[in-house]
């Protein structure tokens, strides 16, 4: 085994995260459901919402049977809604092709919707002990620091040498020993805990007399910063329908990574806007009244929503899908997180 892998592993057993509900029991559908959670989010995050998602949905069977509806409300605020669409997806994947049982090859994980190489090998180390190699955020700057790599964690040319690095730094394989479950789970922990993107807490590191970048005075300096990119800006209107019978939303307005939630009906611009309100079943009780732009960011762009709210009184059948909600409605729907902002603002409005 290499000292590598042997001083992780001692590490662990004595300071790793031992305590995370993904880890009691550390069950297929546990790890796979908190691997997905943990893509682009924090452990200290995601802990609340993987507790109420497995009171709901305990395993994997209840998972499939619910509606998209019900995943989306769950993942409410979590963000990138793309990750809870394709554990839904992949749970009925595995129902319908592997007999419900999660599947522990490589290829078959990642036939799976939204499961890539490093968190199909991550179920595979950490649910099945298989010697799988991973390369998330924080195992790549680990990687990165400990061999003094010259290079930023998002570089595409030097994947390949990552991957190769992370690979032959693996544990033997011991007779009745977790060490890949916990090699992995160690590998995670020191990358969150001590070899943090600012002030990495070197006299912590069990592998600090065999990094090379402590040895150098690199470990402030890498991994190299990313290259620097301007996000591009888009411009978006919410309409605030309000009535006596509550706020409109509906699944059908559905804007870039929204897909499938719950919003405002959402336009281009205030113009755009008025000209559909004026072609709805809608009487208008009041002028529109503007509330403060703001704007929310994704990974790739920064959108500035303005709100625009207006008093209204349903005259006939709205035809997109939809309906007036109120505040015992939206804890079951799927709610982008500026929507559920927004929506919490008027109903102290409403109530002041």
Not at 161 to 185: I, V
Request: with cysteine; net charge positive.
């Amino acid at each position: 085994m290499s000292q590598f892998a042997q001083a992780l592993l001692n590490w662990y057993a004595k300071a790793g995260r031992q305590d995370l509900p993904w880890q009691h029991p550390r069950s297929p559908y546990y790890v796979w459901l908190s691997e997905v959670m943990l893509q682009q989010t924090q452990v200290a995050t995601v802990i609340p919402y993987f507790e109420r998602f497995v009171r709901r949905f305990p395993d994997l069977p209840s998972l499939a049977q619910a509606s998209t509806d019900d995943v989306l409300a769950l993942w409410t605020g979590l963000g990138y809604y793309s990750r809870a669409r394709n554990l839904h997806k992949a749970a009925q994947q595995i129902m319908a092709q592997h007999q419900g049982q999660m599947p522990s090859s490589q290829a078959e994980l990642e036939a799976l919707p939204g499961i890539g190489r490093s968190t199909a090998a991550a179920i595979r180390s950490q649910a099945f002990n298989q010697p799988a190699a991973i390369l998330d955020g924080n195992v790549k700057r680990v990687l990165i620091r400990h061999q003094a790599l010259n290079i930023s964690s998002n570089d595409a040319k030097a994947q390949p040498q990552l991957w190769q690095l992370a690979e032959s730094l693996l544990p033997s394989a011991q007779p009745g020993a977790l060490d890949f479950a916990n090699y992995t789970q160690a590998i995670m922990d020191l990358g969150a805990t001590l070899c943090k993107r600012s002030k990495p807490n070197c006299p912590a590191c069990p592998v600090a007399s065999s990094c090379q970048a402590l040895a150098t005075g690199q470990q402030h300096s890498l991994p190299l910063p990313k290259a620097s990119r301007t996000k591009p800006e888009r411009e978006r209107v919410f309409l605030l329908l309000s009535s006596p019978e509550g706020i409109w939303l509906g699944p059908d307005y559905g804007f870039g990574v929204w897909q499938d939630l719950w919003q405002f009906p959402s336009f281009a611009s205030q113009s755009e806007a008025l000209d559909w309100l004026a072609q709805q079943p809608l009487i208008v009780d009041s002028q529109p009244e503007s509330w403060p732009r703001f704007r929310h960011t994704f990974s790739h762009y920064h959108l500035w929503l303005q709100p625009v709210q207006i008093s209204v009184r349903l005259n006939g059948i709205m035809q997109a899908s939809g309906r007036f909600t109120t505040a015992q409605d939206w804890p079951k729907l799927g709610l982008p997180k500026p929507v559920l902002s927004l929506l919490n603002q008027w109903q102290q409005q409403a109530h002041s």
